[in-house]
T-cell receptor, first 114, second 114 residues
Framework: GAGVSQTPSNKVTEKGKYVELRCDPI?????LYWYRQSLGQGPEFLIY????????DSGLPNDRFFAVRPEGSVSTLKIQRTERGDSAVYLC????????????FGPGTRLTVT | KNQVEQSPQSLIILEGKNCTLQ??????????LRWYKQDTGRGPVSLTI?????NTKSNGRYTATLDADTKQSSLHITASQLSDSASYIC?????????????FGQGTTLQVKP
C-alpha cells in the first residue's frame, strides 16, 4: 500500500508570505505527527494529532504555526508571515491507532524562505 | 539543551568493515529508544525499537544495545555495504504510554566507501 505522502516536495516562498504544507497519512492510521528538520540536525517535534484533535502541540515554535486535521486523515501545516528561519524540511509521520511505537515518515517538504 | 547526544558526528569506513555508533540520552522517564536510518532527501526509516527493559535487538546486520542504567545506546553495523551510507538517528520516546512525541538526536552521518 501507499506510504505517507507529502506535497509539495519543495516550496520556495518570500519572507512574509503564507504557506500550507500537506500530509496524506497511511490509510487507517489515526495518529499523525509533524516534525521540522534543519540542515544537519535531527527532526524536532512540532505537533501530534490523534484523530481530528491535536493531542500535543507543545512543539509549535510560535503562533505563526498552525496545523489542522479536520477529517482525521489529511493534515495541513500552515505557516503565516514566514521568516527565513522557517527554512527547513518539514516531515510528517503517521502510526496506527493507539500505537506510538512505529511511526512511518513521509519524504518531507523542503521549505525555503527567501 | 539536547536530551539525546550522538557520536561521532560523522564517520567514514570501507565497505565490508564494521562500525559502532553511540547515543547518550538524559530523557527520563522514557518509554522506548529507537534507531532510524535516514537516506539523503528521504524520511527516517525505523531500524530497531527497544523498551527500557530490553538490552539488545537485531535487525539483519544492525544490532542495537541499550543500557538504561547508564542511559547509553549503541548501533552496531556488521559487514557494511555501500547502501548503508546514510544518517543514523537515535530517538527517545519520553514518558509512558502513547504520547506520540519523539526526541531525536542530531544523527551520525555514515559514509561507506568501496
Amino acid at each position: 500500500g501507499a506510504g505517507v505522502s507529502q506535497t509539495p516536495s519543495n516550496k520556495v516562498t518570500e519572507k512574509g508570505k503564507y504557506v500550507e504544507l500537506r500530509c496524506d497519512p497511511i490509510s487507517g492510521h489515526t495518529a499523525l505527527y509533524w516534525y521540522r528538520q534543519s540542515l544537519g540536525q535531527g527532526p524536532e517535534f512540532l505537533i501530534y494529532f490523534q484523530g481530528t484533535g491535536a493531542a500535543d502541540d507543545s512543539g509549535l515554535p510560535n503562533d505563526r504555526f498552525f496545523a489542522v486535521r479536520p477529517e482525521g486523515s489529511v493534515s495541513t501545516l500552515k505557516i503565516q508571515r514566514t521568516e527565513r528561519g522557517d527554512s527547513a524540511v518539514y516531515l510528517c509521520a503517521s502510526s496506527p491507532a493507539g500505537n506510538s511505537y512505529e511511526q512511518y515518515f513521509g519524504p518531507g517538504t523542503r521549505l525555503t524562505v527567501t | 539543551k539536547n536530551q539525546v547526544e550522538q557520536s561521532p558526528q560523522s564517520l567514514i569506513i570501507l565497505e565490508g568493515k564494521n562500525c559502532t555508533l553511540q547515543c547518550n540520552y538524559t530523557v527520563s522517564p522514557f518509554s522506548n529508544l529507537r534507531w532510524y536510518k535516514q537516506d539523503t532527501g528521504r524520511g527516517p526509516v525505523s531500524l530497531t525499537i527497544m523498551t527500557f527493559s530490553e538490552n539488545t535487538k537485531s535487525n539483519g546486520r544492525y544490532t542495537a544495545t541499550l543500557d538504561a542504567d547508564t542511559k547509553q545506546s549503541s548501533l552496531h553495523i556488521t559487514a557494511s555495504q555501500l547502501s548503508d551510507s546514510a544518517s543514523y538517528i537515535c530517538v527517545v520516546s519520553p514518558g509512558s504510554g502513547n504520547t506520540g512525541k519523539l526526541i531525536f538526536g542530531q544523527g551520525t552521518t555514515l559514509q561507506v566507501k568501496p
